[in-house]
């Protein structure tokens, strides 16, 4: 074995063993910070009472949760209804590995150690546990075999409520499936790869693409939301409904994984959304080594650069993080056909539309020589704006999702529908 | 409305779910920023006026469990007229008058079984020495069901506040 080769593997498995670690304790942090919010957002303080403001709280969930007793349903599936759980929870965790999450570290050293023999490493390190060149493909490919744990769990359970939480899982997640895969194709387009180091190249010298990208951005994030099963898209879980949906019959640490599966899967889509759609790592207005517009500060790559650009990062996700809780605690839940006609009937048209749209935009500019990155950014964020207040304010009404007043007025007929229009 | 229903404008235009969905993450996040409403419950109590300002004060109408008040020797005001037990609708209180050399009467036993206890305030509605009370207290808890049985010893070591059995800022109460 060569010492680079030696010096690879050492730092991967150092990458691996801080990855890990941050998001399996970022998820049990998340958990309080889910309460806390929620707390905030009712007028209350929230859990207080172990540790400094509670911050031990998630240590003494755990705890619990491991010393609990282990039920175990006599009509379930006895294999199934264990492997289930870590079904759902190890695709969650795999995705933390292929999203860089900060720049490029310039490492230079060649150093002989005692056991494990001589060791080198030349050039940037990729801040990222493995820079898959499939880049998101790789995330949506494993993020849909979540869908295995929650359907095997709700089947296996032999339990009805289960059972019909895991249906709506495997339905939910397939429908938005195709509209998730959908709005990541402009960025194909426009960037021409899937690596995500290379679309964080394109936002350094162009544009953040929820700019030029606006409507697949908004697709992108409410799929997100019904991929990781949260409001207003629980209804595989859906409490009122199902009693625990998939994991009614569930406890203790099995129970547990399922949760930590659900916040690893949080901790996905916000840095999916983070490094696609605002600029990963980047810095706005700060450069780090290449050449960048509107650029007031210019880093040279280094351990500093590599701390700034993380922390950027960390900046981004956990803003995403908290945009998911905001969401769940303002948001009811959709019905299930209202789900389900959100998906299929407004979604997938409205980002086929976008694609042939965003081609037409890319055709256009590469004939009047517009180049691939700031004036073609520029020409798409006009489009996309106009594409926004078209949605927004003049197609939106009542077609994304409409209140039962209007549904009667609609059914009534359009007349009286009017009628009720005008009334004040 | 007479007696104050709220009626809810409902939209009956179709309106934009995003842009209603906006307005109300507005609102969410208006609320983070807010008072909190909680009551730390050990270290602040509802019974307790320095702590919480008073905001979750219990009304002098509460009637909790019993205190028997004492005289300025320390002896019971109880007569053991047997009011009490006459008209205690849930039959908890057990009464043994007892008389001494004077011809004062004075309970040998006085019990309430604060279990069977329906906290009415019969009791001290009917008491004509103003001996028996309910109080303004709620924590009652206790290791074992025979603690519960409360005698005149600790029905007079009782030291929480009193039940006004009316609302004395309204004068029809009385």
Same mark, same amino acid.
């Given at each position: 074995?060569?010492?680079?080769?030696?010096?690879?593997?050492?730092?991967?498995?150092?990458?691996?063993?801080?990855?890990?670690?941050?998001?399996?304790?970022?998820?049990?942090?998340?958990?309080?910070?889910?309460?806390?919010?929620?707390?905030?957002?009712?007028?209350?303080?929230?859990?207080?009472?172990?540790?400094?403001?509670?911050?031990?709280?998630?240590?003494?969930?755990?705890?619990?949760?491991?010393?609990?007793?282990?039920?175990?349903?006599?009509?379930?599936?006895?294999?199934?209804?264990?492997?289930?759980?870590?079904?759902?929870?190890?695709?969650?965790?795999?995705?933390?590995?292929?999203?860089?999450?900060?720049?490029?570290?310039?490492?230079?050293?060649?150093?002989?150690?005692?056991?494990?023999?001589?060791?080198?490493?030349?050039?940037?390190?990729?801040?990222?546990?493995?820079?898959?060149?499939?880049?998101?493909?790789?995330?949506?490919?494993?993020?849909?075999?979540?869908?295995?744990?929650?359907?095997?769990?709700?089947?296996?359970?032999?339990?009805?409520?289960?059972?019909?939480?895991?249906?709506?899982?495997?339905?939910?997640?397939?429908?938005?499936?195709?509209?998730?895969?959908?709005?990541?194709?402009?960025?194909?387009?426009?960037?021409?790869?899937?690596?995500?180091?290379?679309?964080?190249?394109?936002?350094?010298?162009?544009?953040?693409?929820?700019?030029?990208?606006?409507?697949?951005?908004?697709?992108?994030?409410?799929?997100?939301?019904?991929?990781?099963?949260?409001?207003?898209?629980?209804?595989?879980?859906?409490?009122?409904?199902?009693?625990?949906?998939?994991?009614?019959?569930?406890?203790?640490?099995?129970?547990?994984?399922?949760?930590?599966?659900?916040?690893?899967?949080?901790?996905?889509?916000?840095?999916?959304?983070?490094?696609?759609?605002?600029?990963?790592?980047?810095?706005?207005?700060?450069?780090?080594?290449?050449?960048?517009?509107?650029?007031?500060?210019?880093?040279?790559?280094?351990?500093?650069?590599?701390?700034?650009?993380?922390?950027?990062?960390?900046?981004?996700?956990?803003?995403?993080?908290?945009?998911?809780?905001?969401?769940?605690?303002?948001?009811?839940?959709?019905?299930?056909?209202?789900?389900?006609?959100?998906?299929?009937?407004?979604?997938?048209?409205?980002?086929?539309?976008?694609?042939?749209?965003?081609?037409?935009?890319?055709?256009?500019?590469?004939?009047?020589?517009?180049?691939?990155?700031?004036?073609?950014?520029?020409?798409?964020?006009?489009?996309?704006?106009?594409?926004?207040?078209?949605?927004?304010?003049?197609?939106?009404?009542?077609?994304?999702?409409?209140?039962?007043?209007?549904?009667?007025?609609?059914?009534?007929?359009?007349?009286?529908?009017?009628?009720?229009?005008?009334?004040? | 409305?007479?007696?104050?229903?709220?009626?809810?404008?409902?939209?009956?235009?179709?309106?934009?779910?995003?842009?209603?969905?906006?307005?109300?993450?507005?609102?969410?996040?208006?609320?983070?920023?807010?008072?909190?409403?909680?009551?730390?419950?050990?270290?602040?109590?509802?019974?307790?006026?320095?702590?919480?300002?008073?905001?979750?004060?219990?009304?002098?109408?509460?009637?909790?469990?019993?205190?028997? !008040?004492?005289? /300025?020797?320390?002896?019971?005001? @109880? $007569?053991? =007229? +047997?009011? %009490?037990?006459?008209? *205690? &609708?849930?039959?908890?209180?057990?009464?043994?008058?007892?008389?001494?050399?004077?011809?004062?009467?004075?309970? !040998?036993?006085? /019990?309430?079984?604060?279990?069977? @206890? $329906?906290? =009415? +305030?019969? %009791?001290?509605?009917? *008491? &004509?020495?103003?001996?028996?009370?309910?109080?303004?207290?709620?924590?009652?808890?206790?290791?074992?069901?025979?603690?519960?049985?409360?005698?005149?010893?600790?029905?007079?070591?009782?030291?929480?506040?009193?039940?006004?059995?009316?609302?004395?800022?309204?004068?029809?109460?009385?």
């Amino acid at each position: 074995m060569t010492p680079e080769m030696k010096g690879f593997l050492l730092l991967s498995v150092i990458k691996m063993i801080v990855v890990f670690t941050v998001v399996m304790v970022g998820v049990a942090l998340l958990t309080l910070m889910e309460r806390k919010v929620s707390a905030w957002m009712q007028n209350r303080i929230g859990p207080n009472r172990v540790g400094p403001g509670g911050l031990l709280q998630p240590a003494a969930d755990g705890l619990k949760n491991i010393l609990k007793e282990e039920t175990f349903p006599s009509a379930a599936n006895p294999v199934l209804f264990v492997v289930a759980p870590a079904l759902a929870f190890i695709p969650a965790l795999l995705l933390s590995g292929v999203i860089p999450f900060a720049a490029p570290l310039p490492l230079d050293f060649d150093v002989t150690l005692p056991v494990l023999g001589r060791i080198a490493h030349h050039g940037p390190m990729p801040m990222v546990v493995a820079d898959v060149p499939i880049g998101f493909l790789f995330v949506i490919a494993i993020s849909s075999l979540g869908v295995y744990g929650i359907a095997l769990a709700g089947w296996s359970s032999n339990s009805k409520y289960s059972l019909l939480g895991g249906l709506r899982a495997a339905a939910q997640l397939i429908s938005y499936e195709v509209a998730l895969g959908l709005s990541l194709i402009p960025i194909l387009l426009l960037t021409g790869d899937v690596s995500f180091s290379r679309i964080i190249a394109v936002q350094q010298t162009g544009l953040w693409l929820v700019f030029p990208l606006a409507i697949s951005f908004f697709v992108f994030l409410v799929s997100g939301f019904a991929e990781t099963n949260r409001l207003p898209f629980d209804l595989p879980e859906a409490e009122s409904e199902l009693v625990a949906g998939y994991h009614s019959e569930y406890s203790a640490m099995k129970f547990s994984f399922f949760f930590i599966a659900e916040y690893a899967n949080i901790v996905t889509v916000a840095a999916m959304v983070s490094t696609l759609f605002f600029g990963g790592w980047d810095i706005p207005f700060v450069a780090v080594g290449t050449a960048k517009p509107w650029a007031i500060l210019t880093l040279t790559p280094g351990p500093i650069a590599t701390l700034l650009t993380g922390l950027g990062f960390f900046a981004k996700v956990m803003f995403w993080i908290f945009f998911v809780m905001w969401i769940r605690w303002t948001l009811p839940r959709f019905r299930y056909d209202q789900l389900m006609a959100l998906g299929w009937k407004f979604f997938t048209p409205i980002t086929l539309g976008y694609i042939m749209l965003v081609c037409v935009v890319l055709y256009a500019g590469e004939a009047l020589g517009l180049g691939r990155t700031l004036s073609l950014h520029l020409v798409l964020t006009g489009v996309s704006a106009v594409c926004a207040v078209a949605l927004f304010f003049a197609v939106d009404r009542g077609l994304i999702v409409s209140g039962s007043a209007a549904r009667r007025a609609r059914r009534v007929g359009r007349q009286s529908s009017q009628r009720l229009t005008a009334s004040p | 409305m007479a007696i104050g229903v709220k009626v809810l404008q409902r939209p009956d235009r179709e309106v934009s779910y995003v842009r209603a969905a906006l307005k109300g993450m507005a609102l969410t996040f208006k609320h983070m920023f807010e008072k909190r409403v909680t009551m730390q419950y050990p270290e602040e109590k509802s019974t307790d006026g320095a702590h919480g300002g008073g905001q979750w004060s219990l009304t002098p109408r509460w009637r909790g469990t019993h205190r028997m !008040l004492t005289d /300025e020797q320390g002896r019971s005001k @109880c $007569v053991a =007229c +047997g009011l %009490c037990p006459q008209i *205690c &609708p849930a039959n908890c209180i057990k009464l043994v008058p007892g008389e001494d050399e004077e011809g004062n009467r004075y309970p !040998l036993i006085y /019990e309430i079984d604060e279990f069977r @206890c $329906v906290f =009415c +305030g019969y %009791c001290q509605e009917v *008491c &004509p020495e103003e001996a028996i009370h309910v109080g303004v207290h709620y924590e009652n808890a206790e290791y074992s069901r025979g603690r519960f049985v409360y005698d005149l010893e600790r029905l007079s070591a009782q030291t929480h506040p009193v039940s006004s059995l009316w609302d004395p800022t309204d004068p029809r109460g009385e």
